[in-house]
């Protein structure tokens, strides 16, 4: 089987813009004011741009990490936000940033243009962020290791490995996790423990 993991250094290496960033907690208040803009704009589709500006960056890179090809990213994303602005007036306040709804869209969209060319798609992940999860798991590191579990994430459902992906190379919080995968919150935990027991079977066997 062809792996569908990439290490993200090919990326990051290509184009700082598209170097991961820390991921920020949104506060309250910022969040009650990104959803007047919001209803600001279901009344007025051209007071979306402010949000668009906004939020380009981040799903470009959220959508880069999955194809590793620059114009096929700027094509998924174009459709990303043209189906937000479509999709806008069904929008509602879920108390998690306005990000993770176009995150929902965006990974929708990255699974549809896989399923239809009928590829794996790329899952960039970064040195560190594989010994976090085998520190997870294990008590005692091997240098086999890395390479096992590259291994037993391939062997992973999708859905099981945009959850890891998520939580461990995107260092999202569950909540936003449990909104972008429309899933509870208590059901992204739960999966989450659960797909960690099966790689800590996988790599102590």
């Known amino acids: 089987m062809q792996s569908n993991l990439q290490f993200n250094r090919t990326i990051t290496n290509k184009k700082v813009v598209l170097m991961d960033q820390p991921h920020k907690a949104v506060s309250e208040q910022d969040m009650q004011n990104e959803w007047q803009q919001i209803q600001a704009a279901q009344a007025d589709p051209a007071l979306f741009r402010p949000l668009y500006d906004r939020y380009y960056e981040q799903i470009f890179r959220f959508i880069y990490r999955r194809t590793d090809d620059q114009n096929l990213t700027a094509d998924i994303c174009s459709q990303v936000f043209l189906k937000a602005i479509q999709k806008l007036e069904k929008y509602q306040y879920k108390g998690v940033p306005f990000s993770a709804w176009l995150y929902r869209i965006a990974s929708n969209e990255v699974s549809q243009y896989f399923r239809n060319v009928s590829k794996n798609r790329i899952v960039s992940a970064q040195d560190h962020q594989l010994n976090n999860i085998i520190d997870e798991v294990v008590e005692q590191k091997d240098e086999q290791l890395q390479q096992m579990l590259l291994q037993a994430l391939d062997q992973l459902k999708p859905t ?11 260092h999202r919080p569950f909540k936003e996790i449990a909104d972008i995968l429309d899933i509870t919150e208590s059901n992204a935990k739960v999966k989450t423990y659960r797909i960690l027991e099966r790689l800590k079977k996988t790599l102590t066997k």
């Open 160 to 170: 099981d490995l945009e959850l890891i992906e998520l939580r461990f190379f995107e």
